[in-house]
């Protein structure tokens, strides 16, 4: 919306998020132009059916229809995928499979309007071009062809260089143990590099074409691609000059090290990673409170440390992640490694499950030491192979089993192979009726009074009217972003690495404590108008963990059993838990929203600061 409202192609920052300091996005325009090309084809429509639809009407329903587009494009590819491990009769079977990868299939969702699917799908064609190089089927083709899909994804953002890293090895790899592919390798480097240099053209204005940025598209990304390209040409020298495997090997390795201290010594805070030049105090109060940006393995160590105090959750906790996360990609992983090393002797059937017991283990393996959102990768990967075992478990059952028994056999083998882990399971534990929208797109996750947003959205856009202006609203970063959708107000705080600022004064404002001289602060300096938050989450805001206050009283409100603190021990609390519980300082008056909602919004006098 704001680049058809009026925003440059290249000016991308936010205005409406943080609006005292410019923040931008870390992806291009790339995921906006098929957006905005769906848009002006719905507001066509309505001109020429004279539909009252303004503009954010027609936002909402290209953002609801779009991200099944891709996700057609998602099934058509790994249909191709997986046609030269299953066949080509049983290759469709993979579009059934797809959507029991939760992590996956969220990334293509209806209202999904994100840069993560564009980069899915290049990770899957670079994947689809890989397999035929391995296989030897136009290899030089295909390796131009990773190189574009691989420099594409690269204009969407950082989360591509681990498919970058592994897809250089895994190629290296091939080339070495073959004595072939050197060339295609090459091709793979240049179209790589080019592409790069390219889109650094469209994507970046010319006063910021040469700056270094780790996190979004700058010409960092293109030294990058430059030193893959390089790395590749020097390989392809070296395998003219010899075949021997071993001093291939040794002078790949040699090369890469030196191409890495090289970049090292240039932009030494990269050895950080994407994020080196966020600000350091996100690494203590924001990246610890974002589930999908925390390793595996803390997840499993914050679920064996509250054993004691509840083990029931825990236990529901640990075979959530594993059904919803895990169970698709171990399987996978496994699945391959067995065919590689013990069930497969045909060559070139081994090599198809090499690269997937590879990329599959490799997005593993990271998900556990870094961000558990990788998963998404290892999933894409390991789906194929469990997608291959089924039909071909089921076809070895009639050598055992008969009748009845086969049917049996065959309805407990699919079950439990697929619905049972992945969808009943979850869906017990977290007490939703079989988990329909992550298979179909309908229902809802589970209820809780801060996930209904429809009365304060409707509240907030009828303020917006009669106020007349866009007011300026402090609320817990976990609403932001569909208020901003759906409302015209501008917001501090939201869960985005590069509104630091926003973040820090939301915590530092939703802790306040004693007299509140820091919240006024923030507030007089930033031009507050409303203060907004959820009862029942109101710690969202603090991005605290541990209970703030031990001593409560049980009261009956509306019938209902509630846990009270006590007063003594509120006046102490933070102005977040204050305001939840209906203690606002003088500075804050509380409106009232003429609909029933667990959210409470407070006007500040400004007056008063």
């Given at each position: 919306?704001?680049?058809?409202?009026?925003?440059?192609?290249?000016?991308?920052?936010?205005?409406?998020?943080?609006?005292?300091?410019?923040?931008?996005?870390h992806?291009?325009?790339?995921?906006?132009?098929?957006l905005?090309?769906?848009?002006?084809?719905?507001?066509?429509?309505?001109?020429?059916?004279r539909?009252?639809?303004?503009?954010?009407?027609?936002?909402?329903?290209?953002?609801?229809?779009?991200?099944?587009?891709?996700?057609?494009?998602?099934?058509?590819?790994?249909?191709?995928?997986?046609?030269?491990?299953?066949?080509?009769?049983?290759?469709?079977?993979?579009?059934?499979?797809?959507?029991?990868?939760?992590q996956?299939?969220?990334?293509?969702?209806?209202?999904?309007?994100?840069?993560?699917?564009?980069?899915?799908?290049?990770?899957?064609?670079?994947?689809?071009?890989?397999?035929?190089?391995?296989?030897?089927?136009?290899?030089?083709?295909?390796?131009?062809?990773?190189?574009?899909?691989?420099?594409?994804a690269?204009?969407n953002?950082?989360?591509?260089?681990?498919?970058v890293?592994?897809?250089?090895?895994?190629?290296?790899?091939?080339?070495?143990?073959?004595?072939?592919?050197?060339?295609?390798a090459?091709?793979?480097?240049?179209?790589?590099?080019?592409?790069?240099?390219?889109?650094?053209?469209?994507?970046?204005?010319?006063?910021?074409?040469?700056?270094?940025?780790?996190?979004?598209?700058?010409?960092?990304?293109?030294?990058?691609?430059?030193l893959?390209?390089?790395?590749?040409t020097?390989l392809l020298?070296?395998?003219?000059?010899?075949?021997?495997?071993?001093?291939?090997?040794?002078?790949?390795?040699?090369?890469?090290?030196?191409g890495?201290?090289?970049?090292?010594?240039?932009?030494?805070?990269?050895?950080?990673?994407?994020?080196?030049?966020?600000?350091p105090?996100?690494?203590?109060?924001?990246?610890?409170n974002?589930?999908?940006?925390?390793?595996?393995?803390?997840?499993?160590?914050?679920?064996?440390?509250?054993?004691?105090?509840?083990?029931?959750?825990?236990?529901?906790?640990?075979?959530?992640?594993?059904?919803?996360?895990?169970f698709i990609?171990?399987?996978?992983?496994?699945?391959?490694?067995?065919?590689?090393?013990?069930?497969?002797?045909?060559?070139?059937?081994?090599?198809?499950w090499?690269?997937?017991?590879?990329?599959?283990?490799?997005?593993?393996?990271?998900?556990?030491?870094?961000?558990?959102?990788?998963?998404?990768?290892?999933?894409?990967?390991?789906?194929?192979?469990?997608?291959?075992?089924?039909?071909?478990?089921?076809?070895q059952?009639?050598?055992?089993?008969?009748?009845?028994?086969?049917?049996?056999?065959e309805?407990?083998?699919?079950?439990?192979?697929?619905?049972?882990?992945?969808?009943l399971?979850p869906?017990?534990?977290?007490?939703?009726?079989?988990?329909?929208?992550?298979?179909?797109?309908?229902?809802k996750a589970?209820?809780?009074?801060?996930n209904?947003?429809?009365?304060?959205?409707?509240?907030?856009?009828?303020?917006?009217?009669?106020?007349?202006?866009?007011?300026?609203?402090?609320?817990?970063?976990?609403?932001?972003?569909?208020l901003?959708?759906?409302?015209?107000?501008n917001?501090?705080?939201?869960?985005?690495?590069?509104n630091?600022?926003?973040?820090?004064?939301?915590?530092?404002?939703?802790r306040?404590?004693?007299?509140?001289?820091?919240?006024?602060?923030?507030?007089?300096?930033?031009g507050?108008?409303?203060?907004?938050?959820?009862?029942?989450?109101?710690?969202?805001?603090?991005?605290?963990?541990?209970?703030?206050?031990?001593?409560?009283?049980?009261?009956?409100?509306?019938?209902?059993?509630?846990?009270?603190?006590?007063?003594?021990?509120?006046?102490?609390?933070?102005?977040?838990?204050?305001?939840?519980?209906?203690?606002?300082?003088?500075?804050?008056?509380?409106?009232?929203?003429?609909?029933?909602?667990?959210?409470?919004?407070?006007?500040?006098?400004?007056?008063?600061?």
């Amino acid at each position: 919306l704001n680049w058809v409202g009026g925003q440059s192609w290249f000016d991308l920052h936010l205005p409406r998020l943080y609006p005292q300091h410019l923040i931008t996005m870390h992806w291009g325009r790339l995921p906006d132009s098929p957006l905005a090309g769906f848009f002006f084809v719905l507001r066509m429509l309505a001109i020429f059916f004279r539909w009252q639809a303004e503009a954010q009407s027609l936002a909402m329903l290209t953002a609801f229809l779009w991200p099944p587009v891709l996700l057609g494009l998602l099934l058509f590819l790994m249909r191709e995928i997986a046609r030269p491990l299953m066949g080509k009769a049983r290759a469709p079977l993979i579009c059934f499979f797809v959507p029991l990868c939760t992590q996956l299939i969220f990334q293509f969702m209806p209202m999904r309007v994100d840069h993560h699917a564009y980069i899915l799908l290049s990770a899957a064609a670079a994947f689809f071009c890989l397999q035929g190089m391995a296989l030897h089927i136009r290899t030089k083709y295909l390796g131009v062809l990773a190189g574009l899909a691989l420099g594409v994804a690269m204009w969407n953002g950082a989360e591509i260089l681990p498919m970058v890293v592994f897809f250089c090895l895994a190629l290296t790899a091939l080339a070495i143990l073959e004595r072939k592919n050197f060339e295609s390798a090459a091709l793979f480097g240049f179209s790589f590099m080019i592409t790069n240099f390219l889109i650094l053209f469209i994507a970046r204005a010319p006063d910021q074409r040469w700056g270094i940025e780790y996190d979004a598209f700058s010409f960092f990304y293109v030294i990058l691609a430059g030193l893959v390209a390089g790395y590749f040409t020097l390989l392809l020298g070296a395998a003219r000059l010899t075949k021997n495997r071993i001093i291939l090997s040794a002078l790949a390795i040699f090369i890469s090290l030196c191409g890495v201290a090289a970049l090292l010594r240039a932009y030494p805070d990269f050895i950080f990673g994407p994020y080196a030049k966020a600000n350091p105090v996100l690494e203590n109060i924001f990246f610890p409170n974002i589930r999908e940006a925390i390793p595996l393995l803390k997840s499993w160590a914050d679920i064996g440390e509250s054993f004691n105090r509840s083990p029931n959750q825990s236990v529901g906790g640990a075979l959530y992640y594993i059904g919803t996360r895990m169970f698709i990609s171990v399987a996978g992983i496994v699945i391959s490694l067995f065919m590689t090393f013990r069930g497969c002797k045909n060559p070139r059937r081994k090599r198809l499950w090499a690269l997937y017991a590879f990329f599959s283990l490799a997005y593993g393996i990271l998900t556990m030491v870094w961000q558990v959102r990788v998963i998404t990768y290892a999933q894409l990967f390991a789906v194929a192979p469990l997608c291959w075992l089924v039909p071909h478990y089921l076809a070895q059952l009639p050598r055992h089993y008969q009748g009845r028994k086969l049917f049996t056999f065959e309805v407990l083998t699919v079950f439990a192979l697929t619905l049972f882990p992945v969808i009943l399971i979850p869906s017990i534990i977290n007490q939703n009726r079989f988990m329909p929208d992550m298979l179909f797109f309908l229902g809802k996750a589970v209820d809780t009074p801060c996930n209904n947003r429809i009365n304060v959205v409707a509240y907030l856009r009828d303020l917006a009217e009669r106020e007349k202006k866009t007011a300026t609203i402090m609320a817990p970063m976990d609403y932001t972003p569909a208020l901003m959708f759906y409302t015209s107000q501008n917001y501090i705080a939201a869960p985005y690495h590069r509104n630091d600022r926003g973040i820090l004064d939301m915590v530092m404002f939703f802790r306040s404590k004693a007299k509140d001289e820091g919240a006024r602060a923030i507030a007089k300096r930033l031009g507050l108008d409303y203060v907004l938050l959820c009862k029942a989450s109101y710690f969202q805001g603090t991005l605290s963990r541990s209970p703030e206050i031990q001593n409560v009283r049980i009261s009956m409100v509306n019938n209902k059993m509630e846990a009270v603190p006590e007063d003594a021990d509120l006046a102490k609390a933070s102005l977040g838990m204050r305001l939840a519980y209906g203690k606002a300082p003088g500075w804050l008056q509380q409106r009232d929203i003429p609909f029933e909602t667990d959210f409470v919004i407070f006007q500040v006098k400004k007056k008063k600061l």
